[in-house]
Every structure is written in structure tokens, then in C-alpha cells.
T-cell receptor, first 114, second 112 residues
Framework: EAQVTQNPRYLITVTGKKLTVTCSQN?????MSWYRQDPGLGLRQIYY???????DKGDVPEGYKVSRKEKRNFPLILESPSPNQTSLYFC?????????????FGSGTQLSVL | GESVGLHLPTLSVQEGDNSIINCAYS??????FIWYKQESGKGPQFIID?????DKRQGQRVTVLLNKTVKHLSLQIAATQPGDSAVYFC???????????FGKGTHLIIQP
């Protein structure tokens, strides 16, 4: 089944403890992206990747890192999480950011930073 | 900065009626628009898209209308069903941007 898989689904952590949220897609998509969703603010892009070894900042990149060593994986890294990073995170992928079909989203990761 | 937004945060309709969800965008260079549906506890799901060289596109029970003159996008859902209850997002891209800009979403509530 074609899908975007994120793990974990739920995560509770403490301030400053490094964490990684994994994202994997099995559709050979070139474009991958991370979003955070907060009440009243909608979906905001954190980082995106147009292809392997190519990553760029989105609208809210501060406090996050990403890597794209392989086409299928796009992990989101929080080196020193803070409470304002408590949010619902979505990974998404598509063949291209602009040539059609829209993004395929993962099921989300609910992160709480205490 | 430029943004994509929705006119109403909540829309309540009777089951069986048609629903119209609106979206305004400000980037005149946008050339590709998408509607997503997000059900509770799930990620957004692609519904329908439209390019700027079109003004209307139809899918199954859904129609997207694009008015580039006033930078307005709408999603029409025919014969609304309980399963249509969700938050609907519009998104746009274009003008050299490499990602989608999302609106804040409209929560569609279906009254029995």
C-alpha cells in the first residue's frame, strides 16, 4: 500500500532531550516535507526536500533539523526540544511540489514537550 | 507576507444540502491550487486540484472553482453526507515557491 509512515504516533518528552521523528514513504517520491499543525494557525511548513541531499527551510524552521540521505526517508530532529514545540507534526511527500497530485500525508505525530 | 486564508472557520450544513467552502489567496503568482480534507485524528487527504489555466474542475461530488480576478477559490460539495464532516484546507503554490502554503482551515459540520 502506498503510504507515508511516521513514528512515533505519540511522544511525550522533557525540555532539552534530543528526539527524532521518523518519516518514510514507499512511493519513490522526490519531494518530502514536514509541517506542524497548531490550533488557529493551520499547517505551517518546517522544512522540505526536493530530492536526496537537498533540503530547505520552510516558514518555521527554528529549533528543527532534517536530513535526506535516502529518497524514502526524511527524519525530523529536535536537538533541544522546548515546550513551544509541542504540536501535531505531519510528514508529507509527492512526486513534485508543483506538478500535480497533491501531497500524501502521514498520520501525524503528537508531540508534547514538558 | 502573502498568505492563503479561508473566509469562515466553521460551516454548518444540513445533510443532503450542498456545501460551499471559500478560500482567498493573495499571491497573484500562484498557479496551482489544492483542496485537502482532514478528518479527526488523521492527516490531510487530497481531494481535488486546479491549475491557474482553468476556472472549474469537477470530481466525484466535488467541484473547485477558481476566480483569478479576485483571487478566490471555492470547494463545492454536492449532497453533503455525514462522512464529509472534517476540516477543509485550501493550499496554493507558484511564483517560484517550492512548497505549498496552506490556509487555516474551515470546519464543516453536518447537521442531521
Amino acid at each position: 500500500e502506498a503510504q507515508v509512515t511516521q513514528n512515533p504516533r505519540y511522544l511525550i518528552t522533557v525540555t532539552g532531550k534530543k528526539l527524532t521523528v521518523t518519516c518514510s514513504q514507499n512511493m519513490n517520491h522526490e519531494y518530502m516535507s514536514w509541517y506542524r499543525q497548531d490550533p488557529g494557525l493551520g499547517l505551517r511548513q518546517i522544512y522540505y526536500s526536493m530530492n536526496v541531499e537537498v533540503t530547505d527551510k520552510g516558514d518555521v524552521p527554528e529549533g528543527y533539523k532534517v536530513s535526506r540521505k535516502e529518497k524514502r526517508n526524511f527524519p525530523l530532529i529536535l536537538e533541544s526540544p522546548s515546550p513551544n514545540q509541542t504540536s501535531l507534526y505531519f510528514c508529507a511527500s509527492s512526486f513534485s511540489s508543483r506538478t500535480g497530485g497533491g501531497l500524501i500525508f502521514g498520520s501525524g505525530t503528537q508531540l508534547s514537550v514538558l | 507576507g502573502e498568505s492563503v486564508g479561508l473566509h469562515l472557520p466553521t460551516l454548518s450544513v444540513q445533510e443532503g444540502d450542498n456545501s460551499i467552502i471559500n478560500c482567498a489567496y493573495s499571491n497573484s503568482a500562484s498557479d496551482y491550487f489544492i483542496w485537502y480534507k482532514q478528518e479527526s485524528g488523521k492527516g490531510p487527504q487530497f481531494i481535488i486540484d486546479i491549475r491557474s489555466n482553468m476556472d472549474k474542475r469537477q470530481g466525484q461530488r466535488v467541484t473547485v472553482l477558481l476566480n483569478k480576478t479576485v483571487k478566490h477559490l471555492s470547494l463545492q460539495i454536492a449532497a453533503t453526507q455525514p462522512g464529509d464532516s472534517a476540516v477543509y484546507f485550501c493550499a496554493e503554490t507558484g511564483g517560484g515557491a517550492d512548497g505549498l502554503t496552506f490556509g487555516k482551515g474551515t470546519h464543516l459540520i453536518i447537521q442531521p
